[in-house]
């Protein structure tokens, strides 16, 4: 039987190399990589379902999802997952605290990006910040005229303005005409060291330990999407797909492991390894529906109270039933 031809794009990740490698293979399956900015994948699957295979949003999968109108069905993977306290930046000569956020003006690069959800959950429960006490301000954040990938249904509410046709988030946040920015990465005059520009937590690293060790929340941000079209037609395909992508992160994760000669061009990497498996387990980056139940179903709740899901999703509605019933020896 000759192999399965697909196509199968992700970002650049250590726990992806060995399948981009050849060291891991999907059974039956010959794979084609396509390493790719999540921008990029995003948009490309959401407007032309461009790929065989690819990383999806949670929050706009989620989307899809509830409308019943995805051209993917996900497995529980989880290549993207990350603690959201660095992504709010802030004009430092007017923002002090989170309670200075009410009442302005904070610019995103799409409202309903994953990162923006998570940020914008503890900044209501712990902070009391709602979406409705500040305008936001959509576009790109280093090109003028970046849209939603989807269409969006928000409350009444919420007022969500799009930037000057000209500008761009940060060239706004530099010249201060907006208090902060929410976004996955920081925009380039944070980079540059703008000298009014900054983290809205001085210390993030630490306000997102103890956030975690409050909630026990790992956020995620992407799973992993099969063309639905595909696994109709081979229903082996989504158990396929998840083995050989958890098989692929165990063995980066015994790389990391290995101290005698460092993997990755940082210091202090045994370090923070043994950091997070002391605050998190040993299993801290955990592919599969049921160690991160919790965590789907306060984003999915999240997500359905701001009315970016038109209804409430299970977690389990998510994934393909195949690839949450695995065999066990």
């Known amino acids: 039987m000759s192999k399965l031809q697909l196509s199968v794009a992700i970002g650049d990740y250590d726990r992806m190399r060995p399948l981009v490698d050849g060291l891991v293979q999907i059974d039956s399956v010959d794979a084609q990589f396509m390493l790719l900015d999540p921008e990029e994948i995003f948009f490309r699957a959401f407007r032309h379902a461009d790929f065989d295979v690819c990383e999806l949003s949670l929050s706009s999968y989620s989307v899809k999802t509830a409308a019943g109108a995805s051209p993917y069905v996900a497995v529980p993977v989880f290549p993207s997952r990350a603690f959201r306290h660095t992504s709010v930046y802030v004009r430092t000569d007017r923002i002090k605290s989170p309670a200075d956020l009410k009442g302005r003006r904070i610019g995103v690069p799409e409202y309903q990006l994953t990162a923006n959800i998570w940020v914008r959950l503890f900044l209501e429960e712990d902070y009391g910040i709602r979406p409705s006490d500040v305008t936001w301000v959509r576009g790109g954040y280093e090109h003028p005229g970046r849209i939603e990938k989807i269409s969006l249904n928000l409350p009444s509410d919420v007022r969500v303005e799009n930037a000057r046709p000209d500008a761009t988030i940060s060239d706004l946040l530099a010249s201060g005409e907006l208090d902060a920015v929410i976004g996955p990465r920081a925009p380039s005059c944070f980079d540059r060291g703008h000298p009014y520009v900054g983290y809205l937590f001085a210390d993030p690293q630490a306000t997102a330990t103890e956030w975690y060790r409050r909630t026990r929340l790992f956020p995620i941000m992407h799973t992993l999407g099969i063309r639905r079209t595909l ?94 019933e695995l065999h066990k020896i």
Do not use: C
């Not at 158990?239 to 015994?254: C, D, G, H, P, Q």
């Not at 209804?311 to 195949?322: D, N, Y």
């Open 231 to 324: 696994v109709d037609k081979h229903p082996w395909l989504p158990v396929a797909v998840y083995k050989a992508f958890e098989r692929s992160k165990a063995i980066a994760l015994t790389k990391l492991s290995d101290t005698s000669a460092t993997k990755v061009t940082l210091p202090f990497v045994e370090e923070q390894l043994g950091a997070a498996r002391r605050l998190m387990g040993e299993d801290f980056w955990s592919y599969g529906l049921e160690p991160n139940r919790e965590v789907l179903r306060r984003f999915l709740e999240r997500h359905h109270a701001e009315g970016l899901s038109s209804r409430l999703v299970a977690p389990e509605e998510l994934f393909h039933p195949s690839a949450l």
